[in-house]
């Protein structure tokens, strides 16, 4: 599980996240909803240490994060991380050097699965594939949790229904996942739990299908509720 | 096998529904195996935590049943598979009824529409093929 | 450990490119420069002979003879000289900013790896000091080649001797080439520090944004200060101290200065840094 506590963080004067807490568990997608600039992308930074925080605690598992966890729970910008004059396979060469939980058979798999040339520079490929090899870096890691920034912006239909159907696949089950979305309604059956953040502080926190189950409601509808007061 | 789900129905009660579809209309014969969670999960572009949550369902509801670790099948109990023909059917009554009563036709003109449409559209659906 | 070398290999292997080039230039500056320039002094002594009837004893007794340190002061020899030390200069920032910006983000790769941060600290030092020592090792290969270059066109009896050590030589030859194992350790030691402290500095910069300019600096000037009090001291109280009593404090002083840069880069890699 990750554990988000109490997380206070600010850029100069300005208050970005006020004491923002939630949890993830294994097992389940975790989607943050908001608008660009409620600090999604903050708290995941904030999560991988990759941004200070000014008080509050993140757990994973209990936790504090240190050097073993980055085989434990992994990141996926929403820009690719590795330099753009490797080739896909220089890449993976790079992961399988630092990561020993790197796959090399789900690494394959997943070439295979994007359709992907391995002897293609990261700088000649199309958007759609620079976020498929982003992720596949993410997902061919045996992490437990993984986190991913905005998968489904900026990218074509093709690409997104490839993209989805990752979400529906083995490689992501029994795993954790956080994602950040501002685009909720594509998604809404493919996610376990929503986290609905406006202005640095999470509104709710809740099960979709619970939510549908006991309320009738979509995650959509929840949103004009809670956006509109 | 895609399916359009609506957002405001728990998923694995649209997944269930649709299995009782697929029964009623033959397409699932009894005793035939079912997709694994996980094929289930990615045919329809559900999480595969959902899938569970319907096989689990289905099994307590005897639409399904799993002898040990083979994979899951569909009933052969004829009651069930019965009762779910049915179940459909009177659904489908009960909203037709629902709006007819609305705009308040009689039953006869009613049922005289229907079966005309009916013809017709059997009709069609025989050229077709 | 392991880590740290794969580290430390992809660090040159990413500059090496650049790196052959800067190799290619001076090779190719000097070797031409140090034919071009013997050549133009064998031909304007045989000129200056021809037309004044002079023996070549005469000529040398007029002109003098020629020195490896002529070669030594022209721009085919300087020049890119001056080029890499520029451009390593420059690798020392480039280094850590190029992870940070364009459009692919390598540093956050870097800061997700299974090991310690400080490692990429370590390894980008070790680069960096790496690359030096390979250009230094490379122009005693290149004046050695010269040499012989110098001797094939220049006959020896034209020539006066020379040395690398040569009092005459250049001031910052005796910087680039300490003459004594210890030399060499203190001026790279100094080097490293150097770098080190410059590395701190960037990284505060990276934590702390437009305020971390400011705290760079400071940074820099406090690692500066301490880096110069036992020679301030020297100077001011002389004779108070003996000789080996200053080294001991500049010893002292320079593990405390580069002792704090790595504490201090750990912690900001740690906890401060962002991307």
């Known amino acids: 599980m990750i554990e988000v506590k109490n997380v206070k963080k600010n850029y100069g004067r300005k208050q970005v996240l006020k004491g923002l807490s939630f949890t993830a568990e294994k097992g389940e997608i975790t989607c943050l909803i908001g608008v660009n600039g409620v600090g999604k992308t903050t708290i995941m930074k904030a999560i991988m240490a990759l941004t200070p925080i000014n008080s509050g605690e993140i757990l994973i598992d209990g936790e504090k994060i240190r050097k073993e966890s980055f085989e434990k729970i992994t990141f996926i910008p929403d820009t690719i991380t590795m330099l753009p004059q490797m080739k896909i396979c220089e890449a993976f060469a790079f992961m399988a050097d630092f990561y020993k939980n790197w796959n090399f058979q789900r690494a394959e798999e997943l070439l295979q699965f994007f359709k992907l040339d391995p002897t293609e520079r990261i700088a000649n490929l199309s958007k759609g594939n620079t976020a498929k090899v982003n992720m596949l870096l993410g997902l061919a890691l045996d992490a437990d949790y993984l986190l991913m920034d905005e998968p489904f912006s900026g990218i074509d239909i093709f690409s997104r229904e490839q993209i989805t159907e990752v979400f529906t696949s083995h490689l992501i089950e029994e795993r954790g996942v956080i994602i950040t979305t501002h685009e909720i309604s594509d998604i809404e059956h493919l996610i376990d739990k929503a986290v609905l953040i406006d202005n640095g502080e999470v509104i709710k926190e809740f099960s979709v299908e619970e939510m549908r189950e006991n309320e009738g409601k979509s995650v959509v509808d929840i949103m004009w509720e809670v956006y509109q007061r | 096998m895609t399916v359009k ?92 009824l629902g709006s007819i009563q609305s705009i308040n036709v009689p039953l006869e003109e009613v049922l005289e529409l229907v079966k005309k449409k009916h013809e017709v559209k059997s009709g069609e659906a025989e050229d077709s093929k | ?193 150097l770098v080190a402290v410059l590395f701190t500095a960037i990284l505060i910069e990276r934590s702390y944004g437009l305020k971390g300019i400011f705290g760079a600096i400071l940074y820099g000037l406090l690692s500066l200060g301490v880096f110069f009090v036992p020679i301030f001291l020297a100077n001011f109280y002389t004779n108070y101290f003996y000789p080996l009593e200053i080294f001991l404090l500049e010893l002292v002083a320079c593990i405390t200065v580069l002792g704090s840069a790595i504490w201090y880069a750990n912690h900001l890699l740690k906890h401060k840094i962002r991307v």
């Open chain 2, 5 to 96: 789900f609506n957002n405001r129905d728990p998923v694995y009660v649209q997944v269930i529904r649709h299995f009782k579809e697929q029964i009623a209309k033959g397409y699932f014969e009894p005793g035939q195996e079912t997709p694994s969670r996980r094929e289930l999960a990615n045919q329809l572009k559900i999480n595969p935590n959902t899938a569970q949550r319907a096989y689990k369902e289905m099994e307590e509801q005897g639409l399904i049943f799993t002898e040990g670790n083979m994979p899951s099948c569909i009933t052969k109990d004829e009651a069930v598979l019965k009762s779910v023909r049915e179940e459909l059917i009177m659904e489908a009554v009960d909203l037709f």
């Open chain 3, 1 to 193: 450990m392991k880590n740290y070398l794969k580290l430390v290999n992809f660090e040159v292997s990413r500059f090496f490119k650049f790196y052959l080039i800067l190799i290619g230039l001076t090779t190719f500056s000097q070797l031409i420069g140090s034919i071009i320039i013997s050549q133009v002094y064998m031909k304007n002594a045989k000129q200056v002979m021809a037309e004044q009837q002079f023996s070549m004893k005469q000529y040398i007794e007029k002109y003098g003879t020629f020195s490896f340190y002529q070669f030594q002061q022209s721009e085919w020899f300087l020049l890119p000289i001056f080029l890499c030390i520029a451009m390593l200069m420059i690798y020392v920032f480039f280094i850590w900013y190029r992870d940070w910006f364009g459009k692919n983000t390598f540093i956050y790769r870097l800061l997700m790896l299974p090991t310690e941060r400080i490692t990429i600290y370590f390894a980008k030092l070790t680069a960096i000091m790496l690359l030096v020592l390979g250009l230094i090792a490379l122009q005693i290969v290149l004046i050695l080649i010269e040499k012989q270059i110098v001797n094939s066109i220049i006959p020896i009896d034209f020539q006066s001797s020379f040395s690398i050590y040569d009092k005459n030589s250049l001031e910052m030859w005796g910087w680039l080439y300490p003459n004594t194992f210890s030399d060499f350790i203190l001026i790279y030691g100094v080097g490293l520090l």
